[in-house]
């Protein structure tokens, strides 16, 4: 990963799949404990997200080796996801889906956990899911969108396609998550 900026409050690091990005959250701290900024609209313009928060989602999970995903909402709900680990640690997934990009149903994955201070910022056009690393895991979600039924999409996490490297075997999912159907041949992506 590639350094692209820093503020006072984020490193901005690449990734290889375009528009998707990885901040190191800056923590100021004393005898008192620690402050970090966990969202500046400031510093996201600059990378695409223009709007503000719509909606923050807290997951809670308590078995390692658990899988949460693949989802995304297809236009006009397409959203961008800030995802953080707020404790424990996850393997976190985002797999691009845009029609049109270079990087197509290639995936990116990243250690998100409580202790490397790190949040994951999804685009548009990807589809998102993690494996708990350890039990008693918390993530926080920023959408730039409401949640929107109609307009939900998921691949399955053992989609042959994409071939994503869980490094645990799965212990739990749901039945929602298991059952989304594998991409099919004439799958074109999404237009975002």
């Known amino acids: 990963m590639m350094k692209l900026s820093a503020s006072g409050r984020f490193e901005i690091l690449s990734t290889p799949l375009d528009s998707l990005h990885l901040l190191q959250r800056k923590v100021m701290g004393d005898q008192r404990g620690y402050f970090q900024r966990m969202f ?47 404790k424990g640690e996850v393997w976190d997934v985002a797999v691009d889906l845009r029609a049109d990009s270079a990087t197509f149903l290639q995936w990116h994955a990243v250690l998100l956990s409580q202790a490397n201070q790190r949040s994951y910022l999804i685009p548009a ?65 999404v237009i975002v």
């Open 40 to 86: 500046c609209a400031t510093d996201l313009a600059g990378l695409g997200w223009y709007e503000p928060i719509a909606q923050v989602n807290h997951t809670y999970t308590s078995v390692k080796g658990s899988i949460r995903g693949m989802h995304l909402q297809l236009p006009p709900s397409a959203e961008m996801k800030l995802i953080t680990c707020m």
């Open 125 to 189: 056009g990807f589809a998102h899911g993690f494996q708990t690393l350890s039990d008693e895991v918390e993530m926080l979600y920023c959408h730039s969108k409401p949640y929107v039924p109609a307009d939900e999409m998921g691949l399955n996490p053992f989609d042959a396609r994409l071939a994503i490297e869980w490094p645990l075997g799965a212990t739990e999912m749901s039945d929602k998550d298991r059952d989304w159907p594998m991409l099919s041949k004439e799958f074109q992506g």
